[in-house]
């Protein structure tokens, strides 16, 4: 347990802390529809800073997944693909629709999903 | 070359000529009570594929929000697949708790009496206390089922007016061996929204708002510069079904990096897979009753089922959208996106994800305006809207909507007739 006055030490893959700004905002989050939540409650320039942080660099983190067992993630590695995940989201904003929220949609807005026969991380 | 303005079919070429329609019909609780008896308690209703329930035992359950339904669909030993009312011969709990299993029996929670997977009742605790309940007779209740190309319909009636061939008026033929199944991987996104179902019916019925609503999510995709308003091409009717030619941009070159690294990755479902189709492999792309004209730049074939479906065939899979009337007022919105597989990779299904994302939007997008439509329906400063000549699948939705409110709509079944005389 940390105490109160030692903040949490993240466990992101050290060659991905670019990302670390990110990581208490993404990293937590579970289900598809938590990340859509999220997106629509943030600004855009802070959509936009996440997608210019992740967007151009994909490739690199989807280099360092390959070699993990998708259902047996380490947890750094874990926690890394679920910040990647809310690019997902924040692509929709940013390279979509200019805005966080699909217009005229209300506010907030939720889905109901379900991968069938699939747990998605 | 095709003409593609000789194939925007009008609705003055199928001799539609109903072009406004009451907007009491999206607003009144009377049309919805006769929405429920004539139209749900009457068509065969799509409710799932077979291969839901692809093993002895499998069971799903599903809601069929108009009739207020609850539905257990189960495959026995013997390899049938059958639906019950989801309701317990005793004291009437729905005892199936869970939406999807494995089983041999069902136990109700309440009192333990027992079903089999067929739907009869195997047992009865204290069963000296029920002398009167003869129990080959107090099995679950069953409704009608039948299965075309794997998609599994009910039918709420005591006794079908059409069988479901008949009810598929040729819809059936047109599409014998599409390879749904060749797509068994879906994922589900559902919403309820305060509008009325046919707004959304009508909203997949039409490609006239596409360049419009869809401006920022779907346009540059799938608006071609010779069809700018998404014109459907080549209409085809099969009674109150329905399929219509949609073209796309075989030259969209997203530069986003995000969406760009998604297609490198996994081709989202609606995108056009071009060495697939150039090598014959391109799944509905190869059906003889899709994109009869030959288009080149052939998007999807958008299938209309009454009252409530529709599905798009793909290159990498095919969409399904159902609307369900809660109220006149409310709806549940169904989306199932179909694939060749599960994700493989973390890399599928990041794309995966990211072509949910955007699918969901799209359909909110559409969503959001049916709500905005029923906001205008209710103020009440309109008593009708209106159909234009481009959008002929409205007037025959409503056309057919009115037959079936007045009790006919239905294949006619001479020999019942004859027999009833």
């Known amino acids: ?121 | 070359m095709v003409n593609i303005e000789e194939h925007m079919t009008k609705a003055r070429d199928l001799g539609l000529e109903n072009d406004r329609v009451p907007v009491e019909y999206y607003t009144s609780a009377a049309y919805f009570r006769r929405e429920q008896d004539m139209i749900f308690r009457r068509a065969w209703l799509m409710v799932g594929r077979v291969e839901d329930v692809a093993e002895p035992g499998d069971f799903i359950v599903r809601d069929v929000p108009p009739l207020k339904a609850s539905v257990i669909i189960a495959r026995g030993k013997d390899g049938k697949v059958r639906a019950f009312h989801n309701t317990c011969s005793h004291r009437g709990v729905a005892l199936v708790c869970q939406d999807r299993g494995n089983a041999l029996t069902f136990r109700c929670p309440y009192h333990a009496w027992i079903y089999r997977i067929d739907g009869s009742l195997s047992a009865i605790p204290a069963e000296q206390d029920f002398p009167h309940v003869d129990k080959a007779a107090n099995g679950l209740a069953p409704i009608h089922l039948d299965t075309w190309a794997g998609f599994i319909f009910l039918n709420f009636a005591d006794e079908p007016e059409a069988t479901l061939p008949e009810f598929l008026a040729g819809l059936d033929t047109m599409l014998d061996g599409a390879p749904f199944d060749q797509f068994p991987f879906s994922i589900q996104v559902s919403d309820e929204i305060d509008c009325n179902w046919k707004n959304l019916v009508n909203a997949f019925n039409e490609g006239y708002h596409v360049a419009v609503l869809h401006n920022k999510t779907l346009r540059a995709a799938v608006v071609p510069k010779d069809n700018p308003h998404l014109h459907y091409l080549d209409i085809k009717q099969f009674g109150p079904h329905s399929a219509g030619t949609v073209p796309r941009n075989f030259d969209y070159d997203p530069q986003a990096p995000a969406l760009t690294w998604v297609y490198a990755q996994m081709l989202p479902t609606s995108a056009p897979d071009v060495a697939a189709i150039n090598e014959g492999r391109a799944g509905f792309y190869e059906h003889p009753g899709i994109n009869r004209l030959k288009i080149p730049n052939f998007g999807t074939e958008t299938i209309t089922i009454f009252p409530n479906i529709s599905i798009q065939p793909l290159a990498n899979g095919y969409l399904f959208y159902q609307f369900w009337p809660m109220s006149e007022g409310r709806m549940r919105t169904d989306v199932r996106i179909y694939s060749r597989h599960a994700p493989r990779t973390l890399r599928e299904e990041f794309a995966m994800a990211s072509t949910l994302a955007a699918t969901r939007d799209v359909v909110v997008e559409d969503m959001a305006m049916s709500r905005l439509q029923q906001i205008g329906f209710e103020s009440g400063g309109k008593k009708y809207q209106q159909f234009g000549q481009n959008e002929p699948l409205l007037r025959m939705f409503t056309r057919d909507y009115e037959a079936y409110l007045a009790g006919g709509g239905m294949p006619r079944q001479p020999d019942k007739a004859e027999a009833a005389e």
């Open chain 1, 1 to 121: 347990m940390n105490g109160p006055d030692a903040p949490e030490k993240s466990l992101i893959p050290q060659q991905f802390a670019f990302l670390e700004p990110f990581v208490e905002t993404w990293g937590h989050l579970r289900t598809q529809d938590e990340r859509y939540a999220k997106r629509q409650a943030l600004d855009q320039e802070e959509l936009e800073a996440f997608h210019a942080a992740l967007a151009h660099r994909l490739e690199e983190v989807f280099t360092h997944l390959d070699q993990f067992d998708p259902q047996a993630l380490p947890e750094a590695e874990a926690l890394l693909f679920r910040v990647a995940l809310g690019l997902t989201e924040a692509a929709q904003a940013v390279e979509i629709f200019g805005q966080p929220r699909v217009p005229h949609a209300p506010f907030p807005h939720g889905v109901a999903i379900a991968w069938n026969g699939y747990q998605p991380h």
